[in-house]
């Protein structure tokens, strides 16, 4: 089993940046595939973007596509989301998921996926 901590969330305007951490714990970090998901008020929790294990193969929703970028040091059992150009719409709170498998397998529903953080709170004004 992982144990996940996210953090980095907090207030930026429209058009900033803000980069999450999602820290991990145990010996097998690099045995799972990572996700970010994040769910507003009143709405689904849906998918942000996934990395494979080692780190070389990522995958993004449309929504985040070329504003986000997630990234993994395994070395430091830890994953970064870096998000750019951020919008009113990204508002949410943002959760770190891990699964012991591999990116290709993984899916985007996240009852696929067993283990998550917390959360960390993204708020972005316009």
Same mark, same amino acid.
């Given at each position: 089993?992982? *144990?996940?901590?996210? !953090?980095?969330?907090?207030?930026?305007? +429209?058009?900033?940046?803000?980069?999450?951490?999602?820290?991990?714990?145990?010996?097998?970090?690099? !045995?799972?595939?990572?996700?970010?998901?994040?769910?507003? *008020?009143?709405?689904?929790?849906?998918?942000? +973007?996934?990395?494979?294990?080692?780190? %070389?193969?990522?995958?993004? +929703?449309?929504?985040?596509?070329?504003?986000?970028?997630?990234?993994?040091?395994?070395?430091?059992?830890?994953?970064?989301? *870096?998000?750019? !150009?951020?919008?009113?719409?990204?508002?949410?709170?943002?959760?770190? +998921?891990?699964?012991?498998?591999?990116?290709?397998?993984?899916?985007?529903?996240?009852?696929?996926?067993?283990?998550?953080?917390? %959360?960390?709170?993204?708020?972005?004004?316009?």
């Amino acid at each position: 089993q992982v *144990q996940l901590v996210e !953090s980095g969330g907090g207030l930026v305007q +429209a058009g900033g940046s803000l980069r999450l951490s999602c820290a991990a714990s145990g010996r097998t970090f690099s !045995s799972y595939t990572i996700g970010w998901f994040r769910q507003a *008020q009143g709405k689904e929790r849906e998918f942000v +973007a996934a990395i494979s294990r080692i780190g %070389g193969n990522a995958y993004y +929703a449309d929504s985040v596509k070329g504003r986000f970028t997630i990234s993994r040091d395994n070395a430091k059992n830890t994953v970064y989301l *870096q998000m750019n !150009s951020l919008k009113p719409e990204d508002t949410a709170v943002y959760y770190c +998921a891990a699964v012991p498998s591999s990116l290709t397998t993984a899916q985007t529903r996240d009852r696929y996926w067993p283990y998550w953080g917390k %959360g960390t709170l993204v708020t972005v004004s316009s």
